[in-house]
């Protein structure tokens, strides 16, 4: 006589081998397609794939393409969410690459290739993470929210948290951060600043308005300013770079109508007047005002930020600005603290606490939406965007083991006194998930 089988036991099991290498293998899968920014369409059905494999309550997608998962919580403890991005940047020349970049290939204790690091081997580090909890069961619910186009100006995340009828309590992103606790870092904004003149052949430069004329007082100006910008106890000082010079018309044969200068301008959070466009464009008209006191009166000045159409890979296209927000959650932050507890809880060691050198999605999360955000992720954050990117296994096996803890800690640490047992046990819907659904 046979031992007796337990048919749900296995259906809710046969998929779900949620040792570590297993989510290494899911890393590998996710290197191997490419998936520039708003080209996430193979990708996105591969995380949606797996999700439903591993047996999440709830796997959709919204109308930009984000994928989102929930594993419902057995209380009304606050929600947490778990997010990665994506979205990778171009790999360029694949000669430049000790192994191709979209190999995924595993060796010298590293998964190396585009978007190991930055940011497909920390996704699926979560995403096998959350489903760990799917027994046990969390506090509250745990949501994972993985996002199209951060690389261009964050804007699933940005869509994503406009169309939250409610948001989470907080939220962990799993970009590099060597194992330390990341808690911000500068915003960033894209402007055009524009010099118009009088066009005219070049044949007859007595006729035009030169703009070209004003490039090098306004060259100085903006050093100035960059100059004058203000430092910070914690992040970076704030730094504005001209990035592009160039010139419209651009015919060769002509004295242009416009000079535009591109600057990028890594901002402080909250920084007021300084931290404005208005502020800018003060700021040179003041300092260009003798000068242009002498020139015809079409020469003119002005300063925008940026615009870019953008499509996602679900056809949803607009132009929006490609900029990040900045943001900075103070060391003495429940979420921080509770995140540095966990760490140490399972590591022995307190782990750093300070912000990152590049923007994340967190500009949008935390510095528009205010969803308390931190970073906690395997790997050096020197190699994202570079032909050596690589995401070390024994740094990604020590995150993937602290995620239990970190997702408990943080529902405790938000969890207040009015949180009571639903009367099932598990909630079999929320406002939350409701919304995403319909955005």
């Not at 951060?177 to 052949?201: M, N, P, Q």
């Not at 499509?311 to 900045?326: D, K, V």
Request: hydrophobic share 40%; with cysteine.
């Amino acid at each position: 006589m046979g031992y007796p089988i337990d048919i749900r036991f296995w259906e809710r099991n046969m998929y779900r081998n949620l040792k570590f290498e297993s989510a290494i293998d899911f890393a590998h899968d996710l290197v191997r397609i490419p998936s520039l920014s708003g080209e996430e369409g193979a990708v996105a059905e591969r995380v949606i794939s797996e999700c439903k494999l591993l047996r999440f309550d709830d796997v959709w997608s919204d109308g930009i393409g984000n994928v989102f998962a929930r594993v419902k919580g057995r209380r009304r403890a606050p929600a947490i969410m778990l997010s990665s991005h994506l979205d990778v940047v171009d790999a360029g020349d694949p000669a430049e690459w000790e192994f191709p970049p979209y190999s995924g290939e595993i060796a010298g204790g590293c998964l190396h290739g585009r978007g190991s690091m930055d940011c497909k081997g920390p996704l699926a580090l979560q995403t096998y993470a959350a489903a760990c909890l799917l027994e046990s069961r969390p506090a509250g619910d745990v949501y994972l929210a993985h996002t199209v186009m951060e690389e261009r100006g964050s804007w699933g995340m940005a869509h994503a948290m406009e169309f939250m009828a409610e948001r989470p309590a907080a939220l962990v992103l799993g970009e590099a951060t060597s194992g330390d606790i990341c808690v911000g870092h500068r915003g960033r904004r894209e402007l055009r600043i524009t010099i118009r003149g009088k066009s005219a052949h070049a044949s007859s430069p007595q006729s035009a308005c030169s703009p070209v004329d004003l490039l090098p007082s306004a060259l100085v100006a903006l050093k100035k300013f960059e100059a004058s910008l203000p430092s910070h106890p914690v992040l970076p000082r704030a730094t504005l770079v001209p990035s592009v010079i160039e010139t419209w018309p651009a015919s060769r044969n002509m004295v242009p109508e416009e000079v535009r200068i591109v600057v990028d301008w890594r901002a402080l959070p909250d920084d007021g007047e300084r931290n404005s466009i208005s502020g800018l464009q003060a700021f040179l008209e003041d300092a260009l005002r003798d000068e242009m006191a002498q020139k015809p009166a079409e020469m003119r000045l002005t300063v925008e930020e940026v615009q870019a159409n953008q499509r996602a890979y679900t056809g949803l296209h607009y132009s929006r600005a490609i900029s990040n927000p900045g943001f900075l959650l103070e060391e003495s932050h429940s979420v921080v603290q509770a995140a540095a507890r966990a760490v140490k809880e399972k590591t022995g060691h307190s782990p750093a606490i300070r912000p990152w050198t590049f923007g994340t999605d967190g500009g949008y999360s935390c510095g528009a939406f205010h969803v308390p955000t931190i970073g906690y992720g395997p790997g050096d954050e020197n190699n994202a965007h570079t032909n050596h990117e690589r995401l070390p296994l024994d740094s990604a096996l020590a995150v993937y083991a602290v995620y239990p803890a970190l997702l408990r800690q943080l529902q405790e640490a938000l969890t207040d006194q009015t949180v009571v047992e639903s009367d099932d046990g598990i909630e079999e819907d929320h406002l939350f998930v409701r919304r995403l659904r319909r955005s």
